[in-house]
Each structure stands twice: as structure tokens, then as C-alpha cells.
């Protein structure tokens, strides 16, 4: 008898100190899981500036470039052909400026002594000048050829990564034509949402991006007013985003609404025969009840169990019992 008032004794302690918990609905964020693509922020073709033959490729797919550098060297043949010939024609043309100059000098001395007349004179000067002035326009030229033979060089517009070369050393080009395409700026990742979920979308929303180095969050930036094919657009910013692969697919967690579900502490649980059992507190003491138990939920850093039946609002749970 003493043994057994002991027990008693010992139960109606441990339902004094258990700790309590009532059940009330919480809101609980819906995640919608999508693929997000990694961008480059920034997609600049370099370009051929003249037409021509690739002489030299200096880049392949992968490479870092510099702004400014040199990625392959373009050369057209006839423009140094019309450099030969403007240096040809320039060389006879200084020959006849020698010959003006003299017969213009030796002119001076004949109209000091008044041998000629002015008119003769004049004439020769008239052609000294008209030389030069030819001389002048031909170096003009040479130097607008000489320009496009330095434009031959195709440049990085951008610093970044080489994504795409789609020529090859021997290739012929014409003006405009794609040498490489550079992606910079950093990287962001681009999602195409289903349209049913747009309303629920807001710029600054939290999501959650998973792949093998874990977790990572991002911060939806901005989304595009124009839906194609049934797909919302919409970019995201993630600090520290895996930039080796642009195009690369990672799944993402985008929030798209909240409903009100009925969360109890992980340690409120206990198993037994197979099922899930939650105690709950009744005028007679506590009560093992069968409930069937959702996902886990983090909430403040401690894990909650969603119920989905088994228990009400206003339960008392028990969340400390033996």
C-alpha cells in the first residue's frame, strides 16, 4: 500500500511540473520549388570592326579577359595592298615635289634679276603647292587604312569570363560579326515562374536556394511586367553565387503565400506500435492521443512538428511529460 501511494505520489509530481503548450493555429510560409538559371549580369558580344581572315585566336571558352584585351587579330589583305599603293604614289609624288622646289628656288633668283615675270613665278609656286597639298591628302589616307588595319584587333568590351567562341583560327568574317561573347558584372540567378503564382510574388522576398554546398539565401530583386508562354520572369540576388557555370540550373524555394497550420514542439512527440502520440492535457490528468504528424518546421531555432489531424485549437499539449 505504502509502495503504491508512493507511485501516485510520484505521477501526480511529474503532471505538476510537466510544461504545458496550448495549440493555436500558426502561419506557416508555402514555398513553391522552381529552377533558377546563373546569369551573367552582363552579355557583351566582341565583335569584328573590319572584314577579314583570323589570323590569331588568343581566347577559348572559360578564359578571364580583361577589358580592353585582345582576343584575336583580324587581317584583311587588300588594305595593305592600298597601303603599298599610297606609298608608291607618295614616293613619286615627293620626287616631283623635289623637282617643283628646285625650279621654284632657281624661279626666285630669275625674278630678283627680272629674267621671268611674275606670272612664271607664281605658276611654279602654284605647283610646289598643288604637290603638297596631293602629298598631304594621300598621308591622310594612308593613315584612315592604317586605322583599319589597327581595328583589326578584336578587344574585350568588358572584363569577365569567355562564354562562347564561335570562330575558329582561319576563319573569314565580315564587319560586325561575333568573335566572343563575354559575361560580367558578377553573376544572378534568373527564374521563370508559373503565372498562378505572380499575385504572390514581391520584390525584397526572402528565397532559398539549395544545391550540394547547402542552403543559401537570396532576395528577389526584381520581376518583369511581361509573361511569355504561361513563365513569370524574375531575377534574384545571391551573395556568393557559384559563378564558374553560367547557364548552370539550381533548384530554388520561392515563398508564395502563407496558410495557418497547428505546430507542436519536436519533444511533444513519442512513438509507439507504430504510431505518433502527443499527451494533452484533461481534467483527469494527461492523455495520449494519436495524431499524424507533417514536415518539420524551424521556428526561433527550435524544430516544430506540423500536425495534420489528431489535434485542436485550444489543446493543451503536454511538451515536457514522462
Known amino acids: 500500500m505504502r509502495a503504491l501511494i508512493a507511485l501516485c505520489a510520484t505521477l501526480f509530481a511529474s503532471v505538476v511540473q510537466a510544461e504545458t503548450l496550448e495549440i493555436s493555429p500558426q502561419p506557416m510560409t508555402i514555398w513553391k520549388s522552381v529552377f533558377g538559371q546563373v546569369e551573367a549580369r552582363v552579355q557583351i558580344p566582341a565583335r569584328a570592326r573590319i572584314g577579314g581572315t583570323i589570323i590569331e585566336l588568343g581566347v577559348t571558352e ?114 560586325g560579326e561575333t568573335v566572343a561573347e563575354i559575361g560580367g558584372g558578377g553573376t544572378f540567378l534568373r527564374l521563370s515562374v508559373p503565372e498562378r503564382h505572380a499575385a504572390d510574388l514581391a520584390e525584397g522576398a526572402e528565397i532559398v536556394i539549395t544545391g550540394s554546398e547547402g542552403e543559401q539565401t537570396g532576395r528577389l530583386v526584381k520581376l518583369y511586367p511581361l509573361i511569355a508562354g504561361g513563365r513569370l520572369q524574375a531575377d534574384v540576388e545571391v551573395e556568393g553565387l557559384d559563378a564558374r557555370f553560367v547557364g548552370r540550373r539550381v533548384p530554388v524555394r520561392l515563398p508564395v503565400g502563407t496558410r495557418e497550420v497547428i505546430l507542436v514542439p519536436e519533444l511533444a512527440l513519442s512513438r509507439a506500435g507504430g504510431l505518433d502520440f502527443v499527451a494533452v492535457q484533461t481534467p483527469e490528468g494527461p492523455l495520449e492521443r494519436v495524431v499524424v504528424p507533417g514536415e518539420t518546421v524551424l521556428k526561433d531555432g527550435a524544430r516544430f512538428r506540423e500536425i495534420l489531424t489528431g489535434l485542436n485549437p485550444g489543446d493543451v499539449v503536454v511538451t515536457d511529460h514522462e
Do not use: W, Y
Not at 597601303?83 to 628646285?102: H, R
Not at 628656288?105 to 627680272?114: F, K, M, S, V
Open 62 to 175: 572559360g578564359d578571364r579577359v580583361e577589358a580592353g584585351q585582345q582576343l584575336a587579330l583580324i587581317e584583311d589583305d587588300k588594305l595593305q595592298f592600298q597601303i603599298d599603293s599610297l606609298d608608291a604614289q607618295l614616293e613619286a609624288l615627293n620626287a616631283q615635289l623635289v623637282t617643283a622646289q628646285s625650279e621654284l628656288t632657281r624661279g626666285d633668283a630669275l625674278l630678283e634679276r627680272g629674267v621671268i615675270t611674275t606670272q612664271a613665278h607664281e605658276r611654279l609656286q602654284t605647283n610646289v603647292d598643288v604637290i603638297a597639298s596631293n602629298i598631304s591628302n594621300l598621308q591622310a589616307q594612308r593613315l584612315v587604312i592604317e586605322q583599319q588595319i589597327s581595328e583589326g584587333a578584336v578587344l574585350a568590351p568588358e572584363a569577365g569570363i569567355v562564354l562562347s567562341v564561335p570562330v575558329s583560327r582561319g576563319s573569314v568574317l565580315t564587319m
